[in-house]
């Protein structure tokens, strides 16, 4: 099993930063990509960054160049710095992990963190 434990989460005002953190326990399964996921009241959950093994990066164009996200392969964990916050980047945010063995590979999900962006 890979359990995904999430941490950072909070109130900020507009322009201000917080930075997520997401570590997983994978016992006997190996990590591919890591990411980062949210979703606002009333809409469906969506991309917000992801990152390969090797450190190739991929994100919503909603976060470019706000957002940065980086992980530690030996220690496997995943954060996410987010910069200039914006009241739309309020959500719930999920950190997620595709990972497996040789019986086969899925996503997992960590419990969320909440994120508010307001004033």
């Known amino acids: 099993q890979v359990q995904l434990v999430e941490s950072g989460g909070g109130l900020v005002q507009p322009g201000g930063s917080l930075r997520l953190s997401c570590a997983a326990s994978a016992s006997f399964f190996s990590i591919n990509t890591m990411g980062w996921f949210r979703q606002a009241p009333g809409k469906e959950r969506e991309l917000v960054a992801q990152i390969t093994p090797g450190g190739i990066t991929n994100y919503a164009d909603s976060v470019k160049g706000r957002f940065t996200i980086s992980r530690d392969n030996a220690k496997n964990t995943v954060d996410l710095q987010m910069n200039s916050l914006k009241p739309e980047d309020t959500a719930v945010y999920y950190c997620?992990?595709?990972?497996?063995?040789?019986?086969?590979?899925?996503?997992?999900w960590g419990q969320g963190t909440q994120v508010t962006v307001s004033s």
């Open positions: 997620n992990a595709y990972a497996g063995s040789s019986r086969g590979w899925k996503a997992y």
